[in-house]
């Protein structure tokens, strides 16, 4: 089943201690239920030769202290502990391969705006997890959103905050009541912004475009890994402003992210792209990423942390 659901956990790791599942709760009243003030990530875990190993984790703790920097929160954990967390929910619900989601979050203390006298929390849970777009490994059919990005200095993008997911809800919901399984929302310049829960790529004679970090992207850690692919390939990674326009006329397009992985996009607004199937660069980047993810390819960049070697 695509998408992300937890029927098989058991354990979820809540301010330090592991609690089962139904004992993981807050209360009605917190700030982060009203306000959505939480910082949260979204990575995996793949089941390699060597057992489960987590991808890119520093990568996601890091960017979980600099959402929260950004948001003033002060975490009541260390990156250390939160890394460790994330290992140990993996062992202790006995997964070989999982989503994992750790959240930072306002509780309760009051409900003015001012979060100040809310106490922190922090959560790690982790669940399996297949595909998360449905149809992935054959490509997806998609819409560009009427749904806008959020402009710069409203939200701030390279946060990973709950509240910019009330507006990736928009984009989502719009393109599933409209029978694509995801939208490609533009920023407020008009130009291609990302997905819901993605970022996005083209490709066009043989070059690689993305929208750059000033175009209220989430800096995606799979944007990052599969620009390194790109980088000592023969391919050229261009990072510039992408009018819509591009997308129907390129000749392939796909999304990255932690759990959208590598997807091939085949069709924009009822548009074929390209030959209407994923396309041979969108294919050979997906190979590579799962050759080093799945531990068949050496791990140069050392993206991997090995669960039973921790
Ligand atoms: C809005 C948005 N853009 C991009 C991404 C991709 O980021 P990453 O590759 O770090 O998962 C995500 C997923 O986390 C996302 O939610």
């Known amino acids: 089943m695509a998408g992300i659901n937890f029927k098989g956990t058991e354990q ?44 890119r984790l520093k990568d996601h703790s890091k960017r979980i202290y600099n959402g929260c920097k950004i948001y003033r929160i002060e975490v009541p954990f260390t990156k250390q502990q939160i890394d460790d967390a994330v290992v140990e929910v993996v062992k202790v619900n006995g997964f070989r391969s999982a989503y994992l989601r750790p959240i930072v979050f306002r509780g309760y203390g009051g409900l003015g705006v001012n979060p100040a006298g809310c106490p922190v929390h922090v959560v790690v849970a982790a669940c399996e997890m297949g595909d998360y ?63 819901s829960g993605e970022n996005i790529f083209l490709v066009k004679d043989g070059k690689v475009f993305t929208p750059p970090v000033g175009a209220s992207i989430l800096v995606g850690i799979t944007r990052d890994s599969i620009i390194k692919l790109i980088k000592e390939s023969e391919l050229e990674l261009v990072e510039r402003n992408i009018a ?3 997308l129907y006329i390129a000749d392939e397009v796909f999304f990255t992210g932690s759990a959208a992985e590598v997807t091939p996009i085949v069709e924009i607004d009822h548009i074929g792209i390209g030959e209407g199937k994923p396309g041979p660069v969108t294919m050979q980047l997906k190979e590579k990423f799962f050759a080093i993810i799945n531990g068949e390819s050496p791990d140069k960049w050392n993206w991997l942390t090995y669960v039973n070697e921790y």
């Open 133 to 195: 777009l449905a149809g992935a490994a054959n490509g997806v059919k998609v819409q560009v959103s009427s749904w806008t990005r959020m402009a710069p200095n409203t939200f701030p993008a390279m946060a990973k905050s709950g509240a910019n997911y009330m507006n990736s809800q928009l984009i989502k919901m719009e393109a599933i009541a409209n029978g694509f399984v995801e939208g490609i929302a533009l920023d407020a310049f008009g130009y291609v912004c990302e997905g």
């Open 12 to 55: 979820i790791w809540f301010d330090g201690k592991m609690v089962p599942f139904e004992k993981a709760q807050v209360h009605v009243l917190s700030h982060v239920v009203h306000y959505g003030s939480s910082i949260f990530e979204g990575a995996r875990c793949y089941d390699t030769p060597r057992g489960p190993a987590v991808f």
């Open 244 to 246: 819509r326009e591009e």
